[in-house]
T-cell receptor, first 115, second 114 residues
Framework: GESVGLHLPTLSVQEGDNSIINCAYS??????FIWYKQESGKGPQFIID?????DKRQGQRVTVLLNKTVKHLSLQIAATQPGDSAVYFC??????????????FGKGTKLSVIP | DAMVIQNPRYQVTQFGKPVTLSCSQT?????MYWYQQKSSQAPKLLFH???????NEADTPDNFQSRRPNTSFCFLDIRSPGLGDAAMYLC?????????????FGQGTRLTVV
């Protein structure tokens, strides 16, 4: 079936370095993608989204890149801080029939920031 | 100023004893979702409501039911919890069912089955 997955389950980076978290998706019909951050014991928190008619979107310290040719998403975090330590999920909004959509999550990458 | 509120944050229930988790929202969103998240795994969609229309995922066990009495509230009922149902249960809302809208999540209810 269609799925959204991540290449790297864990990532350790030095404080101040840039982080790159990758995600592959398989549903070519998906047109909207979201990155969520989830801290331990909390619900997912929206970071940034991107529509399929874009290939790049920037937020505060974060950038999402979308490559539709290879069905790949990445989240770049600039100047990574200890507060960025969390699990990051990419999510794909896809049509599930009868006028309804569903948000499907990838496996998640745990980002650990080394002070 | 929580917009999606889940109660309780932690719930302990006995094996086989029915339990209800609740979710409320102040966003007036059309769609409410229930996800199950086990340790070190991604959230897995159980079902969602688009207004009053219920949409069940094909692989959601019959043990899991849901009610949405009004726009603001949605409940997850586990009729006979098993040890394998111990997980974090996440409620989320979105404004419309389709297209480019993010889902807003509550803080989750961590369910323990003893």
């Amino acid at each position: 079936g269609e799925s959204v997955g991540l290449h790297l389950p864990t990532l350790s980076v030095q404080e101040g370095d840039n982080s790159i978290i990758n995600c592959a998706y398989s549903n070519s019909a998906s047109d909207y993608f979201i990155w969520y951050k989830q801290e331990s014991g909390k619900g997912p928190q929206f970071i940034i989204d991107i529509r399929s008619n874009m290939d790049k979107r920037q937020g505060q310290r974060v950038t999402v890149l979308l490559n539709k040719t290879v069905k790949h998403l990445s989240l770049q975090i600039a100047a990574t801080q200890p507060g960025d330590s969390a699990v990051y999920f990419c999510a794909e909004n896809s049509y599930s029939g009868a006028g309804s959509y569903q948000l499907t999550f990838g496996k998640g990458t745990k980002l650990s920031v080394i002070p | 100023d929580a917009m999606v509120i889940q109660n309780p944050r932690y719930q302990v229930t006995q094996f086989g004893k029915p339990v209800t988790l609740s979710c409320s929202q102040t966003l007036n969103h059309n769609v409410m979702y229930w996800y199950q998240q086990k340790s070190s795994q991604a959230p897995k969609l159980l079902f969602h409501y688009y207004d009053k229309d219920f949409n069940n995922e094909a692989d959601t066990p019959d043990n899991f039911q849901s009610r949405r009495p009004n726009t603001s509230f949605c409940f997850l009922d586990i009729r006979s919890p098993g040890l394998g149902d111990a997980a974090m249960y996440l409620c989320a809302t979105s404004k419309i069912a389709g297209g480019n809208t993010e889902a807003f999540f509550g803080q989750g209810t961590r369910l323990t089955v003893v």
